[in-house]
């Protein structure tokens, strides 16, 4: 199967050579005919799975074939300036052999240059629903003309508090329109939204709650006095590859970066105290291979889409088995494989166990070989995980990967974190 069953516009065609897309993604063979037949889709899909251009490409082949340019004929909400920058990176990649143009508006930047690109004249608007609302109420945007309104990741708009917001916004654009509505959960404040907003959808589903088939898990228990040493110990075993290491609070992921940084790894943080020029420089940097280790929040790493992200690393087990899912959604994308450890503490047991109820399948223990683990007993921990598969698939069950005993390339003394 390729791209050219769907009769996309040449320039697309074009394009998604350029980029490397040899055959469409399963999201996007479920979705891609929906959208260009004008429906409306709930799109139950993680971040992964190839869905940002699931959407784009029919908008795209919309845009060019019908109507005019230099209107903005598409709005899509995403939660956080991460992703609204990831979809607006992928838009203007996409767009390479046409006029079609984009912008992005999100708080936590100056208004003039977002003012400015759209005085200028777009046919897609990619926004956090906040800064929206705030140009909208100044008169700097028109939605009059909007015909494609997309929500990515709606769970997660919901969750940081949006969802009033996202009311606002869809009262003020025109109700004869196309929908896509994208979330990787389905709670019910998200069902009573997608219901209100989309007609007769067509619903795709990839993976609702299994995180990628290509992410192997791994539980490390441990005593939370030995995190530190333990995750060190985990580092310096990891022969190669791009860390993404995730804690729990902003002071804590600034502290363990510093201290990474300390002990000679290439590493920056990203979390929500920093300046969105600042995150741009630590997500530039992880992607060119500048930073090797990045320590995140949650919040701060959604939307973050670097290919080759080879392991995940939760320091701080997540609240919420969503929040696991999205985590370690950053390694395996797009089939690539990713190795996700969590470290947990006997604290975490029950989080564990909700975790592995979603995944429908025990998440591996293991020890760390040549760890002093000062008489805490890990295989002792955590033994009565009894996962009662959920509606999700079978969690993968790959071969662990083996601990190699070489010194990390990524320990490379070169860089400070920022
Ligand atoms: P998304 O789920 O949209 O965040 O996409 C995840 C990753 O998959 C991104 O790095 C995309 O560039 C990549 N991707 C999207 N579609 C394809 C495809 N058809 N083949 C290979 N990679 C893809």
Do not use: W
Not at 170 to 183: A, G, K, Y
């Amino acid at each position: 199967m390729n791209f050219d069953q769907f009769s996309l516009d040449a320039r697309l065609l074009t394009s998604i050579q350029n980029i490397g897309y040899t055959e469409p993604t399963p999201i996007q063979q479920q979705a891609i005919p929906v959208v260009l037949n004008g429906g409306d889709v709930l799109g139950l899909a993680q971040t992964g799975t190839g869905k940002t251009a699931a959407f784009l490409l029919p908008i795209l082949h919309r845009l060019l074939t019908t109507g005019t340019l230099r209107r903005t004929r598409t709005l899509i909400l995403a939660p956080t300036r991460e992703l609204a920058e990831q979809i607006h990176q992928a838009c203007v990649e996409l767009c390479k052999q046409t006029k079609i143009r984009s912008a992005t508006v999100y708080g936590g930047v100056g208004k003039g240059p977002q003012i400015a690109a759209l005085q200028r004249g777009v046919e897609i608007i990619i926004a956090c629903p906040g800064r929206l609302l705030d140009l909208m109420s100044e008169g700097h945007v028109n939605l009059t003309a909007v015909e494609v309104l997309v929500l990515d990741e709606a769970d997660r708009m919901c969750d940081m508090g949006f969802l009033p917001d996202i009311r606002r916004i869809i009262q003020r654009i025109p109700t004869e329109r196309q929908t896509l509505f994208f979330s990787a959960t389905m709670p019910s404040d998200i069902r009573v939204l997608a219901d209100n907003i989309l007609r007769n959808p067509v619903t795709v589903q990839v993976d609702l709650i299994a995180p990628a088939k290509t992410v192997s898990h791994a539980l490390y228990p441990v005593a939370s006095d030995q995190k530190r040493s333990l995750l060190f110990a985990i580092l310096e075993q990891l022969s190669a590859g791009r860390v993404l290491i995730f804690t729990r609070t902003k002071h804590r992921a600034q502290q363990l970066a510093r201290e990474l940084s300390k002990r000679g790894y290439s590493t920056a943080p990203l979390q929500g105290n920093m300046s969105q020029n600042q995150r741009q420089r630590a997500l530039d940097g992880f992607r060119s291979g500048h930073f090797d280790v990045l320590v995140a929040t949650d919040i701060a790493a959604r939307g973050i889409d670097v290919a080759e992200i080879t392991h995940v690393i939760n320091y701080d087990i997540p609240d919420t088995v969503d929040a696991y899912t999205h985590r370690i959604g950053r390694t395996g994308r797009a089939a690539q494989t990713g190795d996700a450890y969590t470290l947990a503490v006997p604290d975490d047991m029950l989080m564990v166990r909700d975790i592995e109820r979603a995944l429908g399948a025990p998440v591996e223990r293991r020890c760390l070989e040549g760890f002093d683990y000062q008489g805490f007993a890990p295989e002792e921990q955590f033994k009565t995980a009894a996962p009662k598969p959920a509606n999700a698939r079978r969690a993968p069950q790959h071969a662990p990967t083996p601990a190699r005993p070489s010194q990390p390339p990524h320990k490379r003394h070169r860089h400070a974190a920022r």
